[in-house]
């Protein structure tokens, strides 16, 4: 079998797990479903779980990736002598896939936002962009399938080109400009008259807004914008060097990923408010609201294009963890048949995401269980195949790895927090996930 690649310093695997985790599912998905699901209510919901399930089960899978030091639908097997437990791996797989296919039209319609922006600063109606027709962007169909590819294709060209580490430098820079720029936007949204009623709106935790259905979707969230049950995060520990600090690392990615969300919303929710926009936008929410707070800015439109390339960057280093999944584990780390995977797995995911992104157009009737047919691609990847293979790796670590070897892989610490991480893992976070599980088909 061919050597498992490997990054020299634990600042690589740093960038790249935070890389994959932050991305579309902070900056465009949170907003938009604390939106539909009661504003504050879904922010606490998605706190509590964010720390409470979320960060153990970070640290899980680090500790499972560095102790198995193989692909995910092998290190099942390699950890506990069980071939079949590595069905775990082979969902988290199924996972990604669709996951991707989805994820895809969102990237497409950041191409699609780039373009016409470039275009109206070309034409010089800068002025303009805040009249940028989301319904009718969005509702054509070619343009949406043109945008989707070349995200895919971009996605490709990287991880074929194993140019991924050039990415994961850039981040040292592009990271800290997205935050200053999201800063920025929420301080221009906070200025709106009319802010107010929106900043209430994603801070005041209502009680009566807590539903069952959001509740079961802020744990998909968190599990979504951690990149959680999907065994990617098992195969960027798998990558690491010994030295890697796993609670560190976890922790730092939890941190940036609360912080995104939570400058997300403040972006978002002050300006919905102030231009009379409902909450319950649905996925186009950050695409209708943030033209019309940039044209508020001077030099907005050129603002607007920078942040849109740094969304893009965000988005582009989560997808290529999603290529990358299937790439280490249809390849088993031989890196001669990376191209080659690389292309058919993105042409099967280029054939699923159609559907996904015609949702929005010509397939916007078809309804069914959570609703189009991208709501149903959604729902499936986040509320049932991650909590399956969140669950499936619990119950791996919690009933069959041998306790004082996880204790080895967890590192010792001034506050001993192996006992009650490892508690957590055995028998609470699996109770926790069946249960909220169960809870959605009563
Ligand atoms: N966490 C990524 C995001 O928030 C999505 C993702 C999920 C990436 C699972 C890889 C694996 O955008």
Redesign the pocket.
Known sequence: MAKQSQWKTSTGFILASAG???????M??FPYMAGVNGGGAFLLMFLIFTLLVGLPLLIMEFTVGKMGQTYTTKIYEKLTGKKWLNIIGWNGNL??FI?FGF?SVIGGWIIIYICTVIYHIVTLQSNQIGNLQFEALIGNPWLTIVGQGIFILLTTVIVMLGVEKGLEKASKFMMPLLFIFLILIVLKSLSLDGAMSGLRYILEPRVQDITVEGILLALGQS????????T??ITYASYASKEMTIKTSALSIVAM?ILVSILAGLAIFPAISAFGYQPTEGPGLLFIVLPKVFEQMTFGAGFYLIFLILFLF??LT??I??LE?NVSNFTKNDNTKRKRVAVIGSILVFAISIPATLSFSSLSNIQFAAGTIFDNMDFLVSNIL?PIGALGTTLVVGQLLDKEALRDYFGRDKFKLFSPWYYLIKFILPIVIVLIFVVQFI
């Open positions: 994959s985790a932050i991305g579309l599912g902070a465009w998905k996972a990604v996951l994820y599990f979504f914008t951690l990149s959680l049950g999907t990617g995060m990923n965000a988005a989560s997808s963890s999603l999944l991650m």
